[in-house]
């Protein structure tokens, strides 16, 4: 710390303080008045690397709000997601809390992360789920967007991004998700919820929910403002 000459100041009271109106509104955006308990949802490998572990830990979570981390080990990435959130219905706490976030084993958050997912909830009611923005692995990787619901034929085709925006898609990876819990508990959505199907047709997961759930009217987005990185162990590569 540089020598300095503190005098008293006449008026005291912060930055934030400066502007009430403003920093008011800035509150009411975020809306962390309200109540943004989130239960996190890992479907564990064996390991988590270490870098991704630490991406992790410096997820800011919303102020004096509950959170519950749950690890899905030993299952199939579509049955420990349909299992676990099954559980989590059933519990009776859990059950009443407002969002699920699902992270994978392999995916490095911003750790506002979890912050911007929450405020773009907040002001996108339409949405049931809204991702952060993340690439297939490899060269030529392509961004988790996936489908184009303004064409009237449901489909899967990766979608452009669009820098700091919202887009909207038909379905999503689950690396960065936040999800409402009340969507869940919806009899109508077809059990399993999350399955990875190799006959009649193949699906990952992620996206044969999603075709159920599009035709129930369920809405999801990527928020592009918010980066997360793919983790390739193999290599030590972020793609």
């Known amino acids: 710390m540089k020598p300095q000459i503190v005098i008293q100041e006449m008026q005291v009271g912060g930055i934030h303080n400066g502007d009430v109106g403003k920093t008011r509104a800035r509150l009411a955006k975020q809306s962390a008045w309200k109540k943004q308990r989130v239960v996190v949802l ?22 004096n709000n509950a959170s519950a981390w749950i690890a899905a080990l ?3 990435v579509g049955e420990a997601y349909s299992t676990t959130i099954e559980g989590i219905l059933a519990h009776p706490v859990l059950k009443e809390w407002e969002y699920i976030l699902t992270i994978e084993h392999d995916n490095m958050p911003p750790a506002d992360g979890l912050l911007r997912l929450i405020e773009r909830m907040e002001a996108n009611p339409r949405f049931s789920c809204i991702g952060g923005l993340y690439y297939t692995k490899g060269h030529g990787g392509q961004p988790q ?3 184009d619901p303004k064409d009237p034929v449901l489909n899967f085709r990766p979608q452009l991004p669009v820098p700091e925006s919202l887009v909207e898609c038909c379905g999503t990876g689950m690396g960065f998700n936040l999800w409402r819990m009340k969507m869940f508990a919806d009899k109508r959505l077809p059990r399993p919820l999350f399955e990875t199907k190799t006959k009649g047709g193949v699906a990952t997961q992620d996206l044969s929910f999603w075709m159920g759930a599009r035709k129930l009217g369920y809405r999801c987005a990527i928020d592009c403002a ?4 793919h983790y390739e162990l193999s290599t030590d590569t972020v793609w």
């Open 42 to 63: 890992i479907p564990a490998g064996a390991t988590i690397p270490t870098k991704v572990y630490l991406s992790h830990r410096n997820i800011v979570f919303p102020p």
């Open 226 to 229: 918010v980066r997360v990185g």
């Open 145 to 147: 967007i996936w489908g």
């Open 74 to 76: 030993g299952l199939e």
